[in-house]
């Protein structure tokens, strides 16, 4: 299984961009890239998935690198609803393997 | 199109009791997963249901439990003679046969043993 290195924690002001890094140099080349979301007290949230292109949705944007080792979800305009627990979790399979994950902190 | 159902939300149970936990996939979604989340955790996989059938439950404890995706009905979880270290968030997911990329998770159902 990939290891995948975010930040504890970002904030970001309300109505602005936010971009969530995310490291996973030991990759495979079959492996998606997939970001959930957890909100307080609440089920994940699926968000978007890629393997080599970027990525759009209603949601969120993917930018992944050339080399694949890392990856950063875009959240164009921020709201407070955004604010959660975000997880980034390569992998090829339905087994989810979550890690710690960033805490996206939203100032209004 | 109604969202993955889980109930009960909350559940109380002694040491040694019983637990049943349900989940109703999404309309039209075949697969069902289920998780655990420990206080202060991460998820962890459990389970990969189809109906009738256990595809993988390599995440499953070895004793005591036990899940089922019947022809009919929800999903279930068992997990007999609960013990303190079962409390936790159980959560159930579901995906459609396009693939398990997209997993849609429910609102879960938070166990308690005291």
């Known amino acids: 299984d990939a290891k995948t290195t975010q930040p504890n924690s970002m904030e970001s002001n309300e109505e602005e961009p936010v971009h969530l890094p995310c490291n996973h140099s030991t990759i495979s080349g079959t492996d998606y890239i997939h970001w959930y979301r957890q909100l307080p007290s609440q089920g994940p949230e699926y968000v978007i998935h890629g393997l080599t292109s970027n990525v759009n949705n209603r949601m969120a944007s993917l930018a992944i690198a050339e080399d694949r080792k890392s990856s950063t979800l875009i959240l164009h305009r921020a709201t407070l609803r955004d604010a959660a627990v975000y997880y980034c979790?390569?992998?090829?399979?339905?087994?989810?393997?979550w890690g710690a994950g960033t805490k996206l902190i939203i100032k209004p | 199109n109604a969202g993955v159902m889980q109930n009960p939300r909350h559940l109380v149970r002694r040491r040694g009791q019983e637990a049943r936990l349900r989940c109703s996939p999404m309309k039209g979604h075949s697969h069902v997963y289920w998780y655990r989340q420990l206080p202060e955790e991460g998820l962890k996989f459990m389970v990969y249901?189809?109906?009738?059938?256990?595809?993988?439950e390599s995440g499953m404890p070895k004793e005591r439990f036990s899940a089922e995706f019947p022809k009919e009905g929800p999903s279930i979880l068992r997990i007999q003679q609960v013990v303190r270290g079962d409390s936790a968030a159980y959560f159930c997911?579901?995906?459609?046969?396009?693939?398990?990329?997209?997993?849609?998770f429910g609102p879960g159902t938070r166990l308690t043993v005291t």
């Open positions: 249901l189809q109906k009738e059938n256990i595809i993988d």
């Open positions: 979790i390569p992998g090829s399979n339905y087994q989810l393997i």
């Open positions: 997911a579901s995906s459609p046969d396009r693939g398990h990329y997209e997993q849609y």
